[in-house]
């Protein structure tokens, strides 16, 4: 048993990690792999543009006039559960 | 004039979830030339499937901003419903209505968000993870299924239209766990995941019938079981079921009147269902295993999005735990804040020793759904829900980064075998340590905010609660640091096996998600009074207190005791986790796991094996299946062949006596005809009316 790092597993324990899973376990379509293609880049912009809208719905709650308001009068929200 | 689109999104809230339906069904379709095998085809499913649910995070937003900016409007935005059963008059007492419904409010917005959000970057994502994979079309297609039920799940009017959806993504769950499903460990994977949710799901069937059978007749035929809108509550049902006497009820079954007992046992019995599927002990068993699916799918599916649904449904449904008669204790909310707090803890323990990268971050989620569950349980509504909005983000990103580690590593999913990857992998160490830092509490993140108001909450609600959970926060700090020290630091174990960068499809999704790894804890921050609210003086509204709520919204100042508390746990984690780990100051194998003292060593093997709670669960079912055995046996043994050899052994006796009978002579037959005509004739004669 080594003793020097957790890093080398105690003989001792059963270890179950790693029974045949993993990425690579499935057979491979060489037909679709090219990283540089326009569709490529056009997913790179659509997940440009998912990030721009993290950024927006951080901004409407952020900006939101229920926030905004001095008065704090919630009385006129949509109430989220009650009984009407 | 044309409508706005603000108008259309509102009135037209069903399209939410179509586009993604639509596509999961064309790529469906069998009747497409090479959809499955060519590139054309291939880039089609993907861009259907990509395109949907990019429609729907658009139009989410869309509903986002209609609900922020003219809440009056939205105020009058009544459920839409497709009734397919009706049985009496509408409004009238007994009704009983059936039908399928879109409720779009504040809390489905915000879940709408979160799926639609989560499933467009890890669509992008799977583009680069699954190229190679001849499945890849069959992929988006479950992809976008689930995204579709998991909508339809989120916009549900009704418990009944709920479960409905709730199988449908327990369905694609299945299917994705076991998408490899020529791999002997994934096909077993995905009948475990089915198997202990159907267990769950029977509970919940049960309980959700009995609630409807004692509450059937409140409900006056319209809007059955909604929670909002201009027919009857949930809220209002429950209240008054309670203080009706049982006899004005359409039954006389006390099993079908509501009690506070009766309502104490629906309540734990539909939480079967969540427990489930949220993989809340004792029904957590599945989610580890799960991770034998494609890292899309476990980041998707079994981190972000449907391990999510069971919170949702408790807070969706959140009068049935929260209803009570004046002066009595929720015995529904304190079993939901045992089971949370208990798995929080569990779930922690056993992740601080696992080495398999995939299955250590199921476990974190395993424990941080215990959170969501313990501070909804604790009166913290919003900020359980809070939880599960940051959860979302930075698990979804932790298991993106763990999918690109493994493809950079060529498959490996041991941390024994990895460390180093930092130079060679540095935007996905990046994000990982965003995450890591999250999920620990770390002051700023998003995690710091939801975690403390929740440990906070538990405080208040129970002190010994409040105590495990912040411990918790230490243990989550931990085996966080310990993983991404074993994985990004320290010298490269991986042998022969040359790690690589992921392609832009992988890494750019990470990029998206770090967003709100890092800035949405701040919406639980009233941004103009920060320093004050820091301070424990002011308790101005914050963004998303005043928009996810629990029938009034509720505002506090932080507390500052509590927020330091947490973060020295959190920060006490870290250091232990880099002097075991990045330092090896301390040795866990010379301190603990290969310690001569068995107390120690002992307790390592607990954790390293998950409690032995598969073990004692086949030990269980094992003697339950030799007990049913064995009374099969008996009963095949004792009834079925002896009816079998009893009516061979009455014939085989019959024909031994009756042979004598047959003798061959005509005076003897003649004889027993004249004696029976005899018998006939005195009978005929004697007893005839």
């Known amino acids: 048993m080594s003793k020097s790092d957790e890093t080398h597993q105690s003989a001792d324990v059963h270890d179950d990690a790693g029974h045949g899973h993993g990425h690579d376990a499935h057979p491979v379509d060489v037909d679709f792999v090219d990283e540089t293609s326009g569709y490529d880049r056009l997913l790179q912009l659509v997940c440009v543009l998912a990030g721009a809208g993290l950024v927006m719905m951080m901004w409407l709650f952020v900006s939101s006039p229920i926030t905004a308001t001095e008065e704090h009068n919630f009385e006129n929200l949509p109430p989220a559960h009650s009984a009407q | 004039m044309l409508p706005s689109p603000i108008d259309l999104v509102t009135s037209a809230q069903w399209i939410v979830f179509a586009p993604a339906l639509v596509a999961a069904f064309i790529i469906l379709w069998p009747g497409w030339p090479n959809l499955h095998t060519s590139r054309v085809g291939k880039t089609v499913a993907s861009t259907l499937s ?141 009948i475990k995941a089915f198997v202990v949710n159907r267990i769950g799901d029977c509970g919940f069937l049960i309980g959700l019938l009995m609630l409807f059978g004692a509450t059937q007749s409140l409900w006056a035929g319209h809007n059955i079981l909604s929670f909002v809108g201009p027919g009857p509550t949930l809220k209002g049902v429950l209240e008054q079921a309670l203080t009706q006497s049982p006899k004005l009820l359409s039954y006389e079954n006390p099993l079908l009147s509501l009690s506070p007992t009766n ?126 909005f940051n959860h979302a983000f930075f698990k979804a990103m932790l298991f993106l980064c763990s999918g690109a580690v493994i493809h950079g590593m060529h498959g490996e999913q041991d941390m024994r075998k990895m460390g180093g990857l930092w130079k060679h992998m540095p935007g996905t160490a990046i994000c990982f340590l965003i995450g890591t830092l999250s999920i620990s509490g770390f002051p700023g993140l998003s995690g710091f905010f939801s975690k403390d108001d929740i440990i906070g909450a538990a405080w208040n609600y129970n002190h010994l609660m409040g105590a495990v959970l912040l411990f918790t926060a230490f243990l989550t700090a931990f085996y966080m640091f310990r993983m991404f020290f074993m994985t990004f630091t320290g010298e490269y174990r991986g042998g022969e096996v040359h790690p690589h960068n992921c392609p832009p499809a992988m890494v ?46 509720h505002f506090e100042a932080a507390n500052p005791g509590m927020m330091l508390a947490g973060t020295s746990c959190a920060f006490v984690g870290i250091v232990l986790a880099w002097l075991v780990y990045e330092k090896k100051t301390v040795s866990i194998n010379t301190v603990i796991a290969g310690s ?38 008996l009963i095949d043994m004792f009834i079925v062949d002896g009816i079998v050899n009893g009516s061979g052994l009455v014939t085989e006796t019959c024909g031994q006596l009756l042979k004598y009978t047959e003798n061959g002579r005509a005076q003897s037959y003649a004889l027993v005809i004249f004696s029976f005509v005899t018998v006939l004739t005195l009978v005929v004669y004697f007893f005839h009316p």
Not at chain 2, 596 to 613: D, E, I, Q, R
């Open chain 2, 50 to 190: 990509i395109g949907a649910v990019l429609y729907g995070f658009c139009h989410s937003l869309l509903l986002l901003h209609a609900f922020l900016t003219d809440p009056q409007t939205v105020q009058h935005l009544a459920p839409v419903e497709w009734t397919f059963f009706q049985s009496g008059q509408t409004g009238q007492l007994g009704a009983v209505q059936f039908g399928l419904g879109v409720l779009v409010d504040n809390l489905s917005v915000m879940m709408l968000l979160v799926v639609t959000s989560v499933s467009l970057v890890v669509q992008i994502y799977t583009h680069g993870y699954m190229r190679e994979d001849p499945g890849y079309s069959r992929f988006y297609a479950y992809l976008s299924m689930f995204t579709a039920s998991m909508l339809g799940l989120v916009v549900s009017t009704n418990l009944f239209e709920m479960f409905f959806f709730w199988e449908l993504v327990g369905v694609c769950s299945y299917f994705l766990i076991g998408f490899w499903f020529f791999k002997e460990s994934a096909s077993k994977a995905c």
């Open chain 2, 508 to 553: 750019w999704p990470l990029g998206a998600l770090a967003i709100p790894s890092v800035l949405s804890g701040w919406l639980g921050v009233p941004l103009g009074s920060a320093m004050d609210w820091f301070a424990g003086k002011s308790e101005a509204p914050n963004p998303f207190s005043a928009f996810v709520y629990y029938v009034q919204p």
């Open chain 2, 263 to 388: 309502l104490a046992l629906i309540s734990v019995l539909i939480f079967f269902g969540p427990m489930a599927k949220s993989a809340q002990f004792p029904l957590h068993v599945w989610l580890p295993d799960a991770m034998e699916g494609p890292t899309p799918i476990s980041a998707l599916i079994h981190a972000a999005t449907m391990v999510a649904a069971g919170v949702y449904l408790v807070a969706r449904a959140y009068p049935i735990w929260q209803v009570v008669p004046h002066g009595e204790v929720s015995y529904g909310l304190q079993f939901i804040a045992f089971i949370g707090t208990f798995t929080a803890f569990m779930a922690a323990t056993i992740a601080m020793s696992q080495f398999d990268i995939k299955r250590a971050l199921a476990w974190s989620t395993v424990s941080q759904l215990g959170y969501m569950f313990a501070g909804l349980a604790a009166g913290t509504f919003t900020g359980g829900m809070f939880h599960l």
């Open chain 2, 596 to 633: 001569t003292n068995a107390l120690l060593s002992g307790v390592y093997k607990f954790s390293f094996n998950k409690w032995y709670f598969d073990e004692a669960y086949f030990w269980a079912l094992d003697r339950l299946m030799w007990l049913y055995k064995a009374a099969w046996s």
